[in-house]
């Protein structure tokens, strides 16, 4: 693959921040430490760190899916992507992200506050760690980004604007397969464990649930709500202690960001909540971790609804009632349940999975595997019937008790 741009390295790094003016005096180059500590699916990631102890983080996009390698091209523009996700956040939310220096357009670079000592959340999730109030703090980013970006804070013409700037065919395209077409069918980019095929072989054959995933693919396809983070789980939330032993977090990554439904950022956190549930059921983690986890999800659903009804009263439109804003946030809770649904299959049987289920030894992880895939395809069938998250998390409890007593779908 002929790349047209310079792929940084960590030996490299240090004369690109000194080529950069808009870098300038953030860190000092000639004792800088850097490490490429890139983890996620797509990018590389520079953390850097002088002497001094000030730091930087580095982002940049490679002309192809990391986690494939180039066969897999992908446009490094996301980035772009990414400065606006960041750029909308820090303004409507400075405090849930890391402090924002700028994108570097030509070498596909973003330029952020290396968060030293904070970890992300998901392998905190794995170790059993309680960080409370974070999941609030999720609700809150949500709903932020949401008010301010939509017609509800914004005259329409700008937000027809900001829809036509932000529009991500192709990361949209990636979570258009990858969430919502091939889980459901046979495909390459499929892998789970033998004893788990006839829990996929059920959801295949499963019409409604293929007819409901449908519906939840053509909203993401075509409801554009307001800016989101679109792949918002616990991989892109870092995470820290605070003096008092609560927790704090703040969101990074969003380049999958594009006018979407607002429910899809809900339910990214929800289906990765569940993953991790599965988890602690299945290794019987302590009971302080299991309840704590129990409440997470309505914790963000509560913190978005809270932060929602506070933005409400600023609102310049009065065709935006009260009422209005009651049957909207009914459907969002709806909506969320059903994305979190779809959110929570991909990461068992498509591409990209989850250490939650992966580290998993294979009986307990095709037992926590079958936990979520039957959560969640009840979550999207039934997801206006449940309608609360309160619901959808005694969905998990039965589930749970099910497969821990009767064990997975035996081979037919
Ligand atoms: C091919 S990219 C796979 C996944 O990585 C990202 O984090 C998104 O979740 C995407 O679906
Ligand atoms: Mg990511």
């Known amino acids: 693959m002929a790349i047209d741009y310079e792929i940084l390295t960590p030996e490299t790094v240090p004369a690109y921040i000194d080529s950069n003016p808009n870098l300038a005096g953030i ?80 070498q596909h670079v973003l330029a952020m506050e290396n968060l030293m000592g904070w970890e992300i959340w998901r392998g905190k999730l794995n ?25 509800f804070a914004l005259d329409q013409m700008k937000v027809k604007d900001r829809v036509v700037e932000a529009v991500n065919p192709e ?25 788990l095929a006839p829990e996929v072989n059920a959801l295949r054959s499963d019409e409604e649930l293929r007819a409901e995933v ?30 008092d032993g609560s927790g704090d977090g703040r969101v990074i990554d969003p380049e999958f960001a594009y006018y979407g439904p607002v429910g899809f950022d809900l339910g990214a ?5 569940l993953a991790a549930r599965a988890r602690a059921v299945v290794l019987d983690q302590p009971a302080e971790f299991q309840d704590w986890l129990a409440g997470v999800a309505q914790e963000t659903w509560d913190a978005f609804e809270a932060e929602m009804r506070r933005l409400w009263s600023r609102r310049p439109d009065a065709t935006w009632t009260e009422a209005f804003l009651d049957s909207w946030l009914a459907q969002i809770q709806k909506d969320a349940i059903g994305f979190g649904g779809c959110k929570a299959n991909r990461r068992i049987i498509g591409l990209a999975k989850v250490s939650d289920i992966e ?12 936990i979520v895939l039957r959560t969640a395809s009840t979550w999207i069938k039934d997801r206006d019937r ?26 037919e």
């Open 27 to 106: 860190v000092d180059t000639s004792t800088l430490e850097v490490a490429e500590v890139g983890d996620g699916n797509l990018n590389l990631v520079f953390v850097c760190r002088d002497a001094a102890g000030n730091g930087i983080c580095l982002k940049q996009s490679l002309p192809y899916v990391r986690l494939v390698g180039e066969g897999w091209p992908l446009t490094p523009e996301r980035v772009i992507a990414e400065a606006r996700g960041l750029a909308a956040a820090a303004a409507a939310t400075p405090h849930l992200i890391p402090e924002y220096y700028g994108v570097d357009e030509e």
């Open 386 to 411: 449940l309608a609360t998250v309160a619901a959808s998390n005694d969905v998990f409890e039965a589930v749970a008790a099910d497969v821990m007593r009767d064990g997975v779908r035996a081979a």
């Open 214 to 243: 449908g519906m939840m693919k053509f909203k993401f396809m075509t409801a554009a709500e307001a800016l989101i983070h679109a792949d918002l789980h616990t991989g892109s939330v870092m995470v820290s202690f605070k003096d």
């Open 359 to 370: 580290t998993l030894e294979p009986e307990d992880r095709v037992k926590a595997a079958a």
């Open 127 to 151: 170790d059993g760690f309680i960080h409370r109030g974070v999941a609030g703090l999720l609700g809150v980013y949500v709903a932020n980004l949401a008010y301010t970006t939509s017609v």
């Open 269 to 273: 956190v929800f289906g990765n909540f």
């Open 171 to 195: 990361l949209c395209r990636i979570t258009e397969q990858l969430v919502f077409t091939e889980p459901y069918i046979e495909h390459d980019n499929n892998s789970f464990l033998e004893g």
